[in-house]
């Protein structure tokens, strides 16, 4: 008898639709700032694997403990604190290029997860405002502590 091979489907075609449903709410109630604190690369992953049952809801420290609270709400589990041991609710803050200081060695680029800075190698690089979403990545990516965080 012939051994047929089934193809192996995407990862992204098992995921039923009522969990992707559900990733899509739990994503939407998230900060968006793209930061990983919750040890994920983003806010979508960590929303997929907390409608897979594979997360809690206590990840997110921007979101702080009124976002927790509203993805426990969301899947109908109980409510708990945001982990302080992954980082500390804050303001919503902006990054801001001290731009007597930048040398133009781009690291910042390569860091932010949002695209928010301009700047060619050995130009003065600045941070798009409005697409900023105070990750605070860029900030240890400096190798000459150019960056400092803002009121948003
Ligand atoms: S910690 Fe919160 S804001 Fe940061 S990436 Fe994770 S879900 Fe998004
Ligand atoms: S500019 Fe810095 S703080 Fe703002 S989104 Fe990019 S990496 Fe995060
Ligand atoms: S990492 Fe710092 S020095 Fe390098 S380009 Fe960005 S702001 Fe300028």
Redesign the pocket.
Known sequence: MRNEQKPVPSHSSLIPVATADLTERLDRLLPQTQCGQCGFDGCLPYAQAMACGEAGVDHCPPGGDDGARALARVLGVPPLPYDRARGTHKPAMVAV?VEA?????????QACPVDA?I?GAKQ??VVIDPLCTGCEL?VP????D??VMEPG
């Open positions: 290029v200081d930048c040398i133009g060695c781009t690291k910042c680029i800075i700047g003065m690089h860029c990516a400096c190798p000459v150019c960056i």
